[in-house]
């Protein structure tokens, strides 16, 4: 019996044809219809059953079309699923697969998902393919069998064949420019063939790397799509022990794992828990090859920085002032590691670690920078505006008086104000304040305008509650903003403004 079969007889549909056309569709719309009405127990029976056959090589083509309906709900029961060979080998890259639009600039450690397909298609087409075909078939008869070590064992062996054949394949496209353009083509083009080689790197990393995230996730609560919701202290330790078995090997292991982390959680900034960690336990750890590891923690941070300071942020259950407050943190952090190693170079020259160091620096700079923009433009916010049609396709801001400043949007303004005034002390620091003049004329440029005209309407209307709390949001945002000449004398303003009309 096939598992199509299976499953319209358990579910108590006729067990006719399958196949495509109108039958079939027939056949997967009542199979939706009836998932709706089972409990949660029947439901995972049913994905099991059509896992179970998918894997073990006796499914049915429309089994993917039943999974399909069956998915929604269980990325909310979060069941043992049953992988199939493939899927299982590529385990190891789901840190770092995103769904990405053409054109997507390429990062490291980002790999578009739609890249696992022509690969998967090129280890086929190799020479390579007996040998996965026989380690498909162990790994198959493993599954059905319930052997879970055999399964394991034919999944590691599979990984190992795999980086073995894509770097032999790397290496081919290397040795040939023919050759190349015909990797590059099947993967879809250069993007694709720079997947290519990021796959070859993780699948050598696999065995430092898969073990880590599987701990990682284990001692952390996890969201329905299997992220990290809440890098709990148990998860923390979890990553700094392999952070610490990791120190000696393959440099890249690092930078992977830093990379794959923050994938993994859902608020990557929080992989500052770990650097704080590291930090702080290996400035006590005295000489020896410990002693490095904070020098090394210099490129981890400021690539976290700068991955930070390239996202949006204050996405999903973490709030924008949440995320303003920790990039400030981070910023400080860094700046405070950045300060400690310069002193020791002043003490104890090093090359190596003077280039760390450089490297580190202009990281910072171009990550503050990233962070400085952004600043900007949500401590304005706490002067609202509006947008007016003048002509078509044409419209001009002007300052929305009707909308009353919530406590939130007050606070996020003001840890918008304090991002800044990080930034500017340690621009300050590096001798590069000239670089974030222009930021800090425009900002102040618009705090000055917005607090002249709502001092103006309060003149020509007297008091006015709205105006009254914009202005005091605006109060509470530049006593959080280095003291300046300029900055006081607002201050002073709305503090009269607010006086008189209040």
């Not at 069941?79 to 899927?87: D, E, K």
């Not at 700068?306 to 990039?327: A, D, Q």
Request: proline share 5%; with cysteine; charged share 25%.
């Amino acid at each position: 019996m096939t598992s199509q079969a299976g499953i319209k007889q358990a579910v108590g549909l006729p067990a006719g044809p399958a196949g495509d056309g109108a039958s079939g569709e027939t056949t997967v719309t009542k199979l939706q219809a009836h998932f709706q009405t089972l409990d949660d127990p029947s439901l995972t029976r049913v994905a099991r059953a059509v896992e179970l056959a998918r894997a073990t090589a006796q499914g049915d083509p429309t089994d993917e079309q039943i999974l399909q309906c069956l998915r929604p709900r269980l990325r909310d029961l979060r069941p043992n699923r049953v992988r199939t060979f493939q899927r299982s080998v590529c385990t190891c890259l789901e840190p770092y697969l995103a769904n990405l639009e053409p054109g997507t600039e390429k990062r490291r450690g980002l790999i578009a998902r739609s890249a696992l397909t022509p690969w998967w298609r090129l280890l086929t087409q190799s020479a390579y393919r007996p040998r996965l075909v026989a380690l498909e078939q162990k790994y198959c008869k493993a599954v059905s069998s319930g052997q879970a070590e055999e399964a394991a064992d034919a999944t590691a062996e599979g990984c190992a064949l795999a980086a073995e054949a894509t770097a032999d394949i790397l290496h081919e496209a290397d040795r040939g420019i023919v050759r190349k353009g015909e990797v590059a083509v099947l993967m879809g083009g250069e993007r694709g063939l720079a997947d290519l080689r990021e796959i070859s790197v993780l699948m050598r990393l696999q065995p430092l790397l898969g073990p880590v995230f599987t701990k990682v996730r284990a001692a952390a609560p996890a969201l329905s799509d299997g992220r990290v919701a809440d890098f709990a202290p148990g998860a923390v330790i979890a990553a700094k022990n392999a952070y610490l078995n990791m120190h000696g090997d393959d440099p890249e292991a690092i930078e992977y794992f830093f990379l794959g982390l923050m994938s993994v959680l859902s608020q990557p900034w929080q992989v500052l828990r770990l650097v704080r960690v590291l930090s702080g336990d290996m400035s006590k750890a005295g000489s020896g090859d410990l002693h490095f590891v904070p020098g090394r923690l210099f490129g981890e941070l400021t690539r976290t920085l700068g991955e930070i300071g390239r996202s949006v942020g204050g996405t999903g259950s973490m709030s924008r002032r949440v995320w303003l407050m920790t990039c400030a943190r981070l910023l400080t952090d860094a700046a405070s590691m950045v300060q400690g190693l310069a002193e020791e170079l002043q003490a104890q020259p090093n090359p190596e670690w003077e280039a760390m160091l450089t490297d580190a620096r202009k990281r910072m700079s171009q990550a503050a920078d990233h962070f400085a923009t952004v600043a900007v433009r949500d401590a304005v916010k706490v002067l609202p505006t509006q947008q007016v049609k003048e002509k078509v396709g044409e419209a001009r801001s002007i300052p929305d008086m009707n909308h009353r400043p919530t406590e939130e949007e007050v606070a996020v303004a003001q840890a918008a104000a304090t991002l800044f005034t990080t930034c500017r002390r340690f621009f300050e620091r590096e001798g590069l304040e000239k670089s974030l003049r222009a930021k800090e004329s425009d900002m102040l440029q618009i705090f000055e305008n917005g607090v002249h005209f709502r001092v103006e309407f309060l003149r020509a209307r007297g008091k006015h509650p709205v105006a009254l709390l914009q202005l005091d949001g605006v109060h509470k945002v530049l006593r959080g903003m280095v003291q300046t000449d300029e900055v006081r004398d607002m201050i002073y303003k709305v503090e009269r403004a607010i006086e008189r009309f209040k």
